[in-house]
């Protein structure tokens, strides 16, 4: 039995979810592959990860090679209920709702796994971190997974590192396909995207402060520059700090940028980025928005001790007044902007992301069951996604001639 808002807004999900199959070939092409060949017959899949259109494209498309779904959201701001009342339609089991308190999240969660999955597909590393604590009841099934993101990636490694790791994992986030595509121009596009449609106001000739450089923070560097903002970036690591300089934007402190930005963005996994001291030399009228996973790297309860009142200004933007008075705005909560604020990445770029994910699922459902470790995606399956997506656009690229491989691999 599903767990969801509203049924009745179904019509609207079954519009955005046939929208996004026009722009999503390679999903659409595995999709007609899985339905011949059935590889997840008799399996069930526990699925979190945002609940939008694009998210549905790829639960349709494992529900197709014959896979049982349990799918819930990954935050509790980004699922949509129209697309959870279409999934239901369409045969899916659904456990989320927009708005969902911290309690009904975990709840929504706790249901998705109590199919005793054979196989998860993991966003942050929820799915993981309950299979492995009060949960674990509902892990006798499973012979492994995926985890879609930098941040659960992290927390994956942390485990096994640890020896708590109890089933393999596949680190889809830092396919090619994946961290090239959807972290730097996804995550570039659709932060921008959902800033400039909450606030309705201009980027070029602001200051615009991105922490983290890392291919997420990349990106959002990139859009911003090209939307003619002066950007600064703020790191932690040596290496990306100099890229950063050698790209053409200006490097320092939170604690310099603090007083320069107009918008903010961080971008860096981490928590505590944005704390009291940045907040208390900020400008009256400051952006303040996250693109990292949790909704930790801007303080919250730090922004609270210095403010007199928090109310809504308009959707999406939190207006905290400071004793001062000063508005600092935060949007999306602090959550994740893009999809807190906004409808996610681009389509054509989760086509990749969620190819990914259903060829990795189809990996460990069809082949022998891997020691247990967090494993790189096969090169093989990040160059089909690749081939499939040059072959959709109509490109085409050369190719080594049998002289130039043997060229290039015996050269010693």
Request: with cysteine; proline share 3%.
């Given at each position: ?16 979810i ?24 008799g ?42 009342a ?10 989320a709702?927009?708005g ?26 929820d ?5 492995h ?13 995926c ?5 659960g ?30 972290n730097r ?20 000739g ?15 560097a ?31 402190t ?24 940045h ?26 001790s ?11 933007i939190?207006g ?51 020691p ?9 399956i ?28 015996n050269?010693?």
């Amino acid at each position: 039995m599903s767990i969801i808002r509203d049924i009745t807004l179904a019509p609207s999900g079954a519009n955005k979810i046939d929208w996004v199959s026009t722009c999503t070939p390679v999903l659409s092409q595995l999709r007609e592959r899985f339905r011949t060949e059935r590889p997840f017959k008799g399996m069930s899949i526990a699925m979190s990860i945002h609940l939008e259109a694009k998210t549905a494209a790829l639960a349709l498309t494992l529900a197709a090679g014959g896979a049982k779904m349990s799918v819930t959201g990954s935050n509790p701001l980004s699922t949509q209920d129209d697309i959870a009342a279409e999934l239901v339609n369409r045969g899916i089991d659904v456990y989320a709702w927009h708005g969902a308190t911290d309690e009904e999240y975990t709840d929504h969660l706790r249901h998705t796994l109590a199919c005793c999955p054979d196989i998860i597909i993991d966003d942050g590393g929820d799915l993981v971190s309950l299979l492995h604590g009060e949960c674990r009841d509902y892990a006798k099934n499973v012979i492994g997974g995926c985890e879609e993101t930098t941040t659960g990636v992290h927390r994956l490694r942390a485990r096994h590192a640890a020896g708590k790791l109890d089933f393999p994992m596949i680190d889809v986030n830092d396919a090619k396909c994946k961290h090239h595509f959807d972290n730097r121009y996804g995550t570039g596009q659709s932060v921008w995207a959902a800033i400039m449609h909450t606030t309705n106001q201009m980027v070029t000739g602001k200051t615009v402060v991105v922490a983290g450089y890392g291919f997420c923070g990349r990106g959002v560097a990139m859009r911003a520059a090209g939307l003619g903002a002066n950007v600064i970036v703020t790191e932690v690591d040596p290496h990306k700090a100099l890229e950063a300089l050698m790209d053409g934007y200006r490097v320092m402190t939170m604690d310099e940028a603090a007083p320069l930005g107009d918008i903010f963005v961080t971008v860096t996994g981490c928590k505590d980025i944005i704390i009291k001291r940045h907040f208390e030399v900020m400008k009256d009228g400051v952006l303040l928005s996250n693109a990292g996973h949790f909704d930790v790297e801007i303080s919250k309860p730090d922004l609270m001790s210095i403010c007199t009142k928090k109310e809504i200004r308009r959707n999406n933007i939190d207006g905290y007044y400071t004793k001062d008075g000063r508005i600092l705005n935060v949007l999306g909560d602090g959550r994740l902007v893009n999809l807190a604020a906004g409808d996610g990445h681009p389509a054509e770029i989760m086509d990749m992301s969620f190819a990914l994910q259903a060829l990795c699922v189809r990996k460990l459902a069809t082949e022998p069951k891997l020691p247990v470790a967090v494993y790189d995606v096969p090169s093989e399956i990040d160059d089909e996604v690749a081939w499939i997506k040059l072959d959709a656009m109509k490109t085409t690229i050369d190719r080594l001639t049998d002289d130039q491989y043997d060229y290039l691999k015996n050269q010693f």
